[in-house]
C-alpha cells in the first residue's frame, strides 16, 4: 500500500504542477514575451521553446485562451472536475461564443469523461424516416428526406443515370456494401491465418480489425449470441471478457451482441 499512497501524493503534486505551467503560460501570453525570444507565437514557444509536441502545445494554447475569459477553469482542472482535452475539446467550439455560455458549457462538463464531453458538441446527424408495409409478394417502402438528403440523391442519380435509376441504384448501393462484407470474409477464409488469427497487431485491445469483425459477424450468422434475444438490429462485437478487465481482441474473445445487452453487460 505503500507505493499506492506515495502516487497519490505524487498525483496531487502533477495537477499543482500543471495548475502552475497554465499560470505562467498565462504570464508568458499576455507579456508576450515569446516575441523577444525570436518566436512568432506562444503555440511556437511551447513547440520549439519549451519542446511541447503539437498537440500537446494546443492543448495548453487552449487553456491558456479560454482561461483569459473564464480564469476559474484552471482552479477546475487543478480540482480534477476538469481535463485539460475536455477543455481544449470546448475552446474549438465556444472560441466565438459569449463568455456566459461559455461558462455555462464548461460548468456543465465538469466530472465527464472525454468521450462524453465529445458528444456533447457532436451535430445530431439527420435520420431517414422509413415506413415499411409488408405484403405476401413483396415490400413497400416509404423514404422520408431532408432537403440536403435529396440534394444528395439527385446528384447521385444523375452521376449514374447511364446505368441506374432510383429504383436500380437503391439495389446497386445494397449489393455493393454487401459484397465489401462478403469480399473480406472470402480472403480471410483463403488465407492461412483464417484458421488462426494471430496476435493482434494493434496495441490497442478496443481495436478491432475489419478481417476480425466480419469473421465473428459471419461466424454467428449475423445473429446475437446473448441467449434469448430477439433484436436484430444494432449488431455489435463484444469482448466476452472486458477490456478493462485484461481482455483482449483475441479471436476467441469476441461475440455479437445487441448495443442493449452490450451496455447491459457492461
Do not use: W
Request: charged share 30%; hydrophobic share 30%.
Amino acid at each position: 500500500m505503500k507505493i499506492h499512497f506515495e502516487l497519490l501524493e505524487l498525483r496531487q503534486k502533477e495537477k499543482r504542477i500543471t495548475s502552475e505551467i497554465l499560470n505562467k503560460l498565462q504570464e508568458m501570453e499576455n507579456s508576450r514575451q515569446y516575441l523577444k525570444m525570436g518566436h512568432p507565437s506562444l503555440f511556437d514557444y511551447l513547440v520549439r521553446g519549451l519542446g511541447y509536441s503539437e498537440a500537446t502545445a494546443y492543448q495548453r494554447q487552449a487553456c491558456v485562451r479560454l482561461a483569459k475569459e473564464v480564469p476559474e477553469i484552471k482552479q477546475k482542472i487543478d480540482q480534477g472536475s476538469l481535463t485539460l482535452s475536455a477543455v481544449t475539446t470546448a475552446f474549438k467550439h465556444l472560441r466565438k461564443k459569449p463568455v456566459a455560455e461559455k461558462r455555462k458549457v464548461l460548468k456543465s462538463m465538469e466530472n465527464k469523461s472525454s468521450r462524453e464531453v465529445k458528444a456533447m458538441f457532436l451535430e445530431p446527424t439527420p435520420t431517414l424516416k422509413i415506413k415499411k408495409t409488408e405484403y405476401v409478394d413483396k415490400v413497400h417502402l416509404r423514404l422520408e428526406l431532408t432537403h440536403e438528403q435529396n440534394q444528395k440523391l439527385e446528384k447521385l442519380k444523375a452521376l449514374k443515370s447511364h446505368k441506374h435509376n432510383v429504383e436500380s441504384l437503391l439495389v446497386d448501393l445494397i449489393e455493393k456494401e454487401l459484397k465489401s462484407y462478403e469480399n473480406v470474409q472470402r480472403k480471410s477464409s483463403n488465407s492461412s491465418e483464417s484458421k488462426e488469427f494471430g496476435a493482434p497487431k494493434s496495441r490497442n485491445t478496443r481495436q478491432i480489425s475489419k478481417r476480425l469483425r466480419n469473421n465473428v459477424l459471419t461466424t454467428a450468422n449475423y445473429q446475437f449470441q446473448y441467449p434469448g434475444c430477439g433484436s436484430n438490429h444494432f449488431l455489435q462485437v463484444d469482448h466476452i471478457f472486458p477490456v478493462r478487465l485484461g481482455g483482449d481482441q483475441s479471436r476467441n474473445n469476441l461475440q455479437v451482441l445487441c448495443a442493449s445487452h452490450n451496455r447491459h453487460k457492461g
